[in-house]
């Protein structure tokens, strides 16, 4: 399908990460133009290595821990590639985990500062961008957790769950002027962030990694029936639609790419 957006601009932030570079091959393949950015120099190189038309991308290494870092990208970009079309904000941290008792304002902070403000900051630092184009799509990577909390993942959850409430209430502000703001909320996905929790989960086990997976689907996330973990370019595939001209009435939507594991309406 043709998205009808070859010529348009996108950033995507925590873009040397699976679904991240798994984003920027769908809207290289359509023609866009694609800026990555990420905490770390080394992995933006291999996203870009990874990519079939890395030749054309270009990286800026931002850690996003206050609203002058975020300012200094919207720099850094314009730089690069001039205003941008599209914005995804695909930074984000699983972060520490554990009962509530056992979690001090620190896990909190850090969790909210990196899934939450980080994508505050950005989309304020784009957004002079955005709504001067007449045209832009914002997607913000939620996550399940936002709508079905855990009660390991506490500092998580509530980060996510502010993040779909931003994104909600940001989707009513700017639509009359071309700006579509959307979510996608994807569940256990074959990603370095759950390789390392299933890594986890096999050494408390005593098993394998692939053993982790199967016990953690069986236990923790038994409404996901296809029995197995997503692919990032299952998750990017959705992400790509509603960066989208194909997307132009949806605003305000949360597309759950989950194999079913939120079990609500």
Same mark, same amino acid.
């Given at each position: 399908?043709?998205?009808?957006?070859?010529?348009?601009?996108?950033?995507?932030?925590?873009?040397?990460? #699976?679904?991240?570079?798994?984003?920027?091959?769908?809207?290289? !393949?359509?023609?866009?133009?694609? %800026?990555?950015?990420?905490?770390?120099?080394?992995?933006?190189?291999?996203?870009? +290595?990874?990519?079939?038309?890395?030749?054309? %991308?270009?990286?800026?290494?931002?850690?996003?821990?206050? $609203?002058?870092?975020?300012? !200094?990208?919207?720099?850094? %970009?314009?730089?690069?590639?001039?205003?941008?079309?599209?914005?995804?904000?695909?930074?984000?941290?699983?972060?520490?985990?554990?009962?509530?008792?056992?979690?001090?304002?620190?896990?909190? @902070?850090?969790?909210?500062?990196?899934?939450?403000?980080? +994508?505050?900051?950005? @989309?304020?630092?784009?957004?002079?961008?955005?709504?001067?184009?007449?045209?832009?799509?914002?997607?913000?990577?939620?996550?399940?957790?936002?709508? !079905?909390?855990?009660?390991?993942?506490?500092?998580?959850?509530?980060?996510?769950?502010?993040?779909?409430?931003?994104?909600?209430?940001?989707?009513?502000?700017?639509?009359?002027?071309?700006?579509?703001?959307?979510?996608?909320?994807?569940?256990?996905?074959?990603?370095?962030?759950?390789?390392?929790?299933?890594?986890?989960?096999?050494?408390?086990?005593? #098993?394998?990694?692939?053993?982790?997976?199967?016990?953690?689907? $069986?236990?923790?996330?038994?409404?996901?029936?296809?029995?197995?973990?997503?692919?990032?370019?299952?998750?990017?595939?959705?992400?790509?639609?509603?960066?989208?001209?194909?997307?132009?009435?949806?605003?305000?939507?949360?597309?759950?790419?989950?194999?079913?594991?939120?079990?609500?309406?």
């Amino acid at each position: 399908m043709d998205l009808g957006i070859a010529g348009k601009k996108a950033l995507i932030t925590g873009g040397a990460g #699976g679904i991240g570079r798994a984003t920027a091959a769908v809207l290289l !393949q359509d023609g866009v133009e694609v %800026v990555l950015s990420d905490t770390d120099r080394d992995e933006l190189d291999e996203a870009v +290595a990874w990519l079939p038309d890395g030749a054309r %991308v270009h990286t800026v290494v931002a850690d996003l821990v206050d $609203d002058a870092a975020a300012v !200094q990208l919207a720099r850094d %970009v314009e730089a690069a590639v001039g205003d941008i079309d599209i914005l995804v904000n695909g930074a984000g941290i699983t972060g520490p985990t554990g009962a509530f008792h056992e979690l001090d304002d620190a896990a909190f @902070t850090e969790v909210l500062t990196v899934n939450l403000l980080s +994508a505050i900051r950005v @989309t304020r630092a784009f957004l002079p961008a955005l709504r001067g184009t007449g045209w832009a799509r914002i997607v913000f990577v939620n996550s399940e957790d936002a709508m !079905q909390p855990y009660d390991d993942e506490l500092p998580y959850c509530a980060a996510k769950a502010g993040l779909l409430a931003f994104a909600k209430g940001l989707s009513r502000t700017y639509a009359d002027e071309g700006v579509l703001v959307n979510s996608v909320s994807p569940a256990f996905i074959s990603t370095p962030m759950t390789d390392a929790m299933m890594d986890q989960r096999a050494e408390e086990e005593g #098993g394998t990694r692939d053993e982790a997976i199967s016990s953690f689907l $069986d236990e923790e996330r038994p409404f996901m029936e296809l029995g197995r973990r997503g692919e990032p370019e299952e998750v990017a595939a959705v992400i790509a639609f509603l960066c989208s001209a194909r997307a132009s009435f949806v605003n305000g939507a949360n597309y759950r790419v989950d194999a079913g594991s939120v079990a609500s309406l």
